[in-house]
């Protein structure tokens, strides 16, 4: 499908705590994702690069040495090989978030 | 720069009626546009995916044969080699927009 309305889009679970909906094409992997209060990425990284924009609550994300609290209207860019995290509060955030689907060689 | 607020990043003229913030990693660019009234991109196609979100305002988007009136909130996927284009109105739309820094061979 070509067009998304986030406000409406149909999520499933994902992993406990995250649901989500994903489009996978070719190159990129587009998905928008509701994770759940309390949930905690510690850090990891990965060979390529990811965006993407908070839609609604708020995490706390770093990038690398920068860290910032973010919320609807907030984009990040995490450069390939950056490691990286975030921590959801006490409500859940809402993401579109971008990836490439595998590595480049 | 890791994050972007959105409402109050700068952007800069990067063609006639496009202003433009662009972040270029190693596989990816982010781009946050800001297209003026009565722009038109009648169509084109590239061998990768493109996918984003608007921000503000409204444009009208088709990618093949699906055509939609989008506005803050929908999000759009392009597949590689899809056919797309787009039409602003009276009013400037702001997306945030992603795609392949290079296609992949």
Same mark, same amino acid.
């Given at each position: ?6 406000d ?7 992993? &406990? ?10 190159? *990129?992997?587009? #998905?928008?994702?509701?994770?759940? &209060? ?6 990891? @990284? ?5 965006c ?10 770093? $990038?690398?040495? @920068?860290?910032?609290? *973010? ?6 860019? $995490? &450069?390939?090989g ?6 959801? *509060?006490?409500?859940? #955030? ?12």
């Open positions: 499908m070509g067009f998304w309305t986030l409406n889009v149909q999520l499933a679970e994902f992993r &406990p705590g995250i649901k989500s909906k994903v489009e996978i094409g070719n190159d *990129l992997i587009m #998905a928008c994702m509701e994770i759940g &209060p309390g949930q905690e990425d510690a850090g990891h @990284e990965h060979d390529f690069d990811q993407g924009l908070v839609l609604d609550g708020q995490m706390e994300m770093f $990038i690398g040495q @920068e860290q910032k609290k *973010l919320g609807p209207g907030d984009a990040y860019f $995490i &450069p390939a950056q490691r990286h995290g975030y921590k959801t *509060l006490d409500q859940p #955030a809402k993401v579109l978030d971008v990836s490439l689907k595998a590595p480049r060689s």
